[in-house]
């Protein structure tokens, strides 16, 4: 048994060691436990959307400038919605935004953040640990992990569960609403004959919305989302065949398509914490919310759960891990979360309804959208920044 001074964080994905990096900034002292080697991550090519507050908090932890040279820049969004005309445009330009996002690999996200951790003595990483339960008390919470087969455990005023949401079910008084949309995620990158201009691509069709993002100088990263039973063949089909399917459902605008890389598919669900009684616990990141990424949302609430749960850490005005202090960031974080997954659920539902009159709705809809400048800056301020 070790008794830790340290917040204990259990996960060292990009939300774990944000907040790690967030809180060694202010002088606080965490142990990240991660279950895979450090580095492990590093050459994950998943395609993250960064949001433009996103880059603001990379930039506060000053590891932007290392990430910049990876990242894409998005400066229109083009949203369209296949057998219709109506469709919208957003420029960054009209925001005064630099971009409106950008795309950047999971593992040169997870590079420069191992490699910033690494920076800080006050940040102690523990690779290769599993933790296997989170008890917790009226004085700390306790986790238990595994390393090598030899079972340790840290008390800490505060355990901070950011896992990804897909390792530990059964800590007492957590509770999650699940719904399962029946649909998966079909992701790769693929080439086209034209160059993207800095354009990500949000396209609608009756089986699900499809992503096509800029990612580096050529290419474009992909993620096709559709009921499971249509999905789940495209991974098998030749190289040609599926593209000359993406292509029918996709349309023109880019071109034919030339290339596409190795296909992976998951499955696509909407969780979020109910309001549960965890004393000296909290859960961030896709551990406490996961959505469709149709709108690119999901890593980016997560980074502001880090952000907001490493202000509160540091008020010392207030009991580390006490009732009052989680209380106060749930509130704090209960908007920002509820928004992303309404936003994100209602754009999933209206979408891929074929009902009749509804699609011709849509149509009219995405052109009257086009049309109303505070109702699109509404919405770029609520994707780049989550206000
Ligand atoms: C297969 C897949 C594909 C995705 N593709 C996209 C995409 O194309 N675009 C997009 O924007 N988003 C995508 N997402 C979502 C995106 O990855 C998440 O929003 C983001 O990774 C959330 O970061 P996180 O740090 O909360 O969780 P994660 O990135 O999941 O990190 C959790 C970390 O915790 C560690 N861990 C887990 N259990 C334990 C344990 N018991 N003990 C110790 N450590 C543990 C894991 O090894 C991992 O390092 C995808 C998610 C998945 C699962």
């Not at 991660?34 to 996103?54: H, P, Y």
């Not at 950047?104 to 523990?126: K, R």
């Not at 052109?367 to 699109?376: A, E, H, R």
Request: proline content about 3%.
């Amino acid at each position: 048994m070790h008794q830790s001074e340290n917040i204990v964080i259990v996960g060292g994905g990009p939300v774990g060691m944000v907040l790690s990096l967030l809180l060694a900034k202010k002088n606080i002292a965490s142990t990240l436990l991660e279950a895979r080697k450090q580095g492990a991550a590093n050459q994950d090519t998943r395609a993250l959307a960064l949001s433009f507050g996103t880059r603001k908090i990379l930039e506060k932890l000053g590891i932007w400038q290392a990430l910049a040279p990876h990242a894409t820049a998005i400066n229109t969004i083009h949203v369209s919605q296949k057998g219709s005309m109506g469709r919208s445009v957003l420029h960054a330009h009209d925001y005064n935004q630099e971009a409106l996002g950008y795309v950047l690999s999971y593992g040169a996200l997870c590079a420069a953040l191992n490699a910033e951790v690494m920076q800080f003595p006050m940040i102690q990483f523990i690779d290769e640990a599993q933790a296997e339960a989170i008890t917790h008390s009226a004085t700390c919470a306790t986790v238990r992990y595994n390393r090598h087969g030899e079972l340790s455990q840290l008390e800490s005023a505060l355990a901070v569960l950011a896992d990804g949401g897909r390792s530990l079910e059964e800590v007492p008084g957590l509770k999650r609403d699940t719904k399962e949309y029946g649909h998966d995620a079909l992701i790769t990158k693929v080439r086209a004959e034209l160059p993207h201009n800095n354009i990500a691509y949000e396209r609608f069709t009756a089986n699900g919305p499809m992503a096509l993002l800029p990612n580096g100088e050529r290419d474009f990263s992909l993620v096709w989302t559709g009921k499971k039973e249509l999905i789940a063949p495209l991974l098998s089909v030749s190289d040609t065949e599926f593209l000359t399917q993406f292509h029918a459902q996709f349309g023109d605008r880019v071109g034919r398509f030339l290339s596409v890389e190795k296909r992976m598919t998951f499955p696509l669900k909407l969780s979020q914490l109910q309001e549960g009684d965890t004393p000296h616990l909290v859960v961030i990141g896709n551990a406490a919310q996961t959505m469709h990424p149709v709108a690119g949302q999901g890593f980016n609430v997560g980074l502001r759960d880090a952000e907001v749960l490493a202000r509160h850490i540091a008020d010392t005005a207030i009991e580390l891990g006490g009732q009052a202090m989680l209380a106060a960031y749930r509130a704090n974080r209960k908007t920002d979360t509820k928004n992303g997954l309404l936003f994100t659920d209602f754009l999933v539902n209206i979408f891929s309804n074929d009902i009749l009159g509804i699609s011709a709705l849509r149509s009219a809809g995405l052109g009257l959208f086009d049309l109303v400048k505070p109702v699109k800056r509404h919405l770029v301020s609520k994707m780049s920044f989550g206000k």
